[in-house]
T-cell receptor, first 112, second 116 residues
Framework: AQSVTQPDIHITVSEGASLELRCNYS??????LFWYVQSPGQGLQLLLK??????LVQGIKGFEAEFKRSQSSFNLRKPSVHWSDAAEYFC??????????FGPGTRLSVLP | NAGVTQTPKFRILKIGQSMTLQCTQD?????MYWYRQDPGMGLKLIYY???????DKGEVPNGYNVSRSTTEDFPLRLELAAPSQTSVYFC???????????????FGEGSRLTVL
């Protein structure tokens, strides 16, 4: 069965520091991979997505993610975190049957 | 654009009561979804629809019903509320299926439901 794991439940970084959020997936075919962000009290917003081609994808708000097939990973990165990046981040795999499999989420806190 | 609009934002129900969560989208999207979000569990798919008149079960459909009479609207009905249905519910839509490059989900702001 498809699954997505996000090993870090909560991460705290200082403003201006770099960030990497981990995502590992289990999927039998070529995955369609996504990162969504959820600000408090809001719905989820797409940050970036990978379907094929270049394994390093750029998203909104200065985020990027790298697909590594050998490691079944799709980690999210940002070189310099801003206080407004504090939110919850979800990794997801889009599979057939019209369903996303979402990870449990990683909550990011940013220290001033 | 309004995008995806959900009502109500908050609701408290007693066990056994019924209610409908409303969802409307103005993007002419074919696909619509209902998810529930529980702490530490990510999002779980309840029901989805690939077009007007077509609905199908997701991962956790028990205790819920849906209908899709128009492209714009996709209401979710809880028939006999139970404490296990306490959750945050999100409606989402997309132009294409989740396994396509048009499968980006657009979410509403959520409806927080408490069953006591």
């Amino acid at each position: 069965a498809q699954s997505v794991t996000q090993p870090d439940i909560h991460i705290t970084v200082s403003e201006g520091a770099s960030l990497e959020l981990r995502c590992n997936y289990s999927y039998g075919a070529t995955p369609y991979l996504f990162w969504y962000v959820q600000s408090p009290g809001q719905g989820l917003q797409l940050l970036l997505k990978y379907f094929s081609g270049d394994t390093l994808v750029q998203g909104i708000k200065g985020f990027e993610a790298e697909f590594k097939r050998s490691q079944s990973s799709f980690n999210l990165r940002k070189p310099s975190v801003h206080w407004s990046d504090a939110a919850e981040y979800f990794c997801a795999v889009g599979n057939y049957g019209q369903n996303f499999v979402f990870g449990p989420g990683t909550r990011l806190s940013v220290l001033p | 654009n309004a995008g995806v609009t959900q009502t109500p934002k908050f609701r408290i129900l007693k066990i056994g009561q019924s209610m409908t969560l409303q969802c409307t989208q103005d993007m002419n999207h074919n696909y619509m979804y209902w998810y529930r979000q529980d702490p530490g569990m990510g999002l779980k798919l309840i029901y989805y629809s690939v077009g007007a008149g077509i609905t199908d079960k997701g991962e956790v459909p028990n205790g819920y019903n849906v209908s899709r009479s128009t492209t714009e609207d996709f209401p979710l009905r809880l028939e006999l509320a139970a404490p296990s249905q306490t959750s945050v519910y999100f409606c989402a839509s997309s132009y294409g299926g989740v396994d396509t490059n048009t499968g980006e989900l657009f979410f509403g702001e959520g409806s927080r439901l408490t069953v006591l």
